[in-house]
């Protein structure tokens, strides 16, 4: 028998996973790369497809294995033709062939999604989604990721642009500036470093005292993972600042329920592993601010499949791929 | 040749406006009825099934003309069993199976969809939507209701209630009530009630002068095509008014723009009658609360179809269906 698994590959500016994935979705080996980006970025794909043959070899298994390599790339993508429009980490010029360069470096089919797609279709296929055909998938990291399934596709958008979830506008008017040149993001509040400023702002102010307040002095800097910690130990200013984000992201995700009524909105990304204290706050706020019968339908969770999300996602790419044909 | 014919239903609380359409979208004759909610609502369908064989028979035509019925329905419905969830307002009781109820009265196979989904359907097939793939509708209206297309197909949700953008938050603290128990949803800003609402706000300021209030305190009442008219003459309360609805507007279609990026958002119902002094105003808000490569690639549009797209909507999902097969 040929063709039993696919390598999914999640690209990453530092890291790049890859795994061999079965068609059911379980993982057979996973292993990282150091992503290179020098050259202008010509290695990154000759190094993912020699590593693919190799970890193939060291297994002794031949390319016959391999239906297809699926790859999540950061930044928008052009589903259709492969092409990344927007590389800058990565060293590539815009608009870079990324599918056929692939292609071509490892002599397999290739398909390549954006990577917080890739983790939606993850989460959707064999995660928090559990085959819901309607999901909103939302990573909460250093920055804030989107990605939209309805009708069990992936929303991409007219100009791969749609499930910028974190650009989405929380605080209308003297929000925070953010890296997109807008103010007052979601990405200004709940991401990582969005959850610490808010944090810094609380601890400036006068006669603050407790917990995260002792943690601050005594160590000179503040995580998003202290502040939640704290509020976990009932510290006030802490549970303060949990409130504020829980408030804004809890409207967000209440009103893009409101638009797409999907089965779950699935919490994901570094700053949910905070867990309950996190997705009960939000969950509160959401209920407050969600139609009833969205409110009765919609339902928030946390993912499921950690740093694995993305490379199942992507082997779902060329999973469907085989499906259609 | 027989089939050449679709008749698209559009069913409303008290008129039903029927048309039969060509495979091609063209109508070929329109009419309406008025909607018999009395007798727990068990005549509109039967009065629905006799006038189009009525109307079949002065076109000297048979039902042989006709491919299908496709019906919107004001209020949620699952497409897939053509059950209405929510029908208080025609008479029938929860979960009324109209499709069988339809096609019983009138032996020929029916689809039916909510009545905002059609208009949406209706824009893109043959309105301001041209043919686009991923399109948001938005009608302003005495409430505001929406419709999501996204990679072709309506987003229903998982409980019927995708697209209730009316009822996203524009207002999260302080609100005024709106009638779906929620306060501060777009419906109590946007809608033709909600205008009207502002504007009696902002002349029951003192001293308010002007055409906006002269005109008030004449008639007694204000209308939003009075806000309109008045701010086109450049009436400062009328401009604040408008000011206040664009704000809210655009604030709310640029977050479903940041997580949909669809190709058009288009604007119709009675209040989108005001045409550019509201698109322009409500495109300054969306440019300014959008991320940069939605701004873009997303447009702002006026719907083109008015009161025929649902009945052109409605005869979509039969000309849909028929392309299935």
Known sequence: MTKQWIAGVDLGGTTTKIAFITLDGEIIKKWEIPTDNSNEGKNITVNIANSISEKLKELGQTKDQLAGIGMGAPGPVNYETGVMLNTVNLGWQSNFPLQASLEQAASL?????????????????????????????????????????ANGNIVQGVNGAAGEIGHTTAIPEGGAPCNCGKTGCLETIASATGIVRLAKEALSMPGVAGEL???????????????????????????????????????????????????????????????DIL???????????????????????????????????????????????
């Open 109 to 149: 089919p290739a398909l390549i999604e954006n990577d917080a797609n890739c983790a939606a279709l993850g989460e959707m296929w064999k995660g928090a989604g559990n085959g819901a055909k309607d999901i909103v998938c939302v990573t909460l990291g250093t920055g804030v990721g989107g990605g939209v399934i």
């Open 279 to 325: 997705l009960n706050a939000v969950k509160s706020q959401f209920e407050r601010f969600s139609f009833s019968s969205v409110k009765d339908s919609t339902k928030l969770a946390l993912a499921t499949l950690g740093n694995d999300a993305g490379v199942i996602g992507a082997a779902w790419l060329i999973k469907n791929k085989l499906l259609e044909c």
């Open 213 to 275: 307040a002792e943690k601050y002095s005594s160590d000179g800097s503040v995580s998003a993972k202290d502040v939640f910690d704290c509020a976990r130990n009932g510290d006030s200013i802490a549970i303060k600042v949990l409130n504020e984000v829980a408030c804004h992201l809890g409207l967000v995700l209440a009103n893009i329920a409101n638009t797409l009524n999907p089965e779950k909105i699935v919490l994901g990304g570094g700053v949910s592993k905070a867990g």
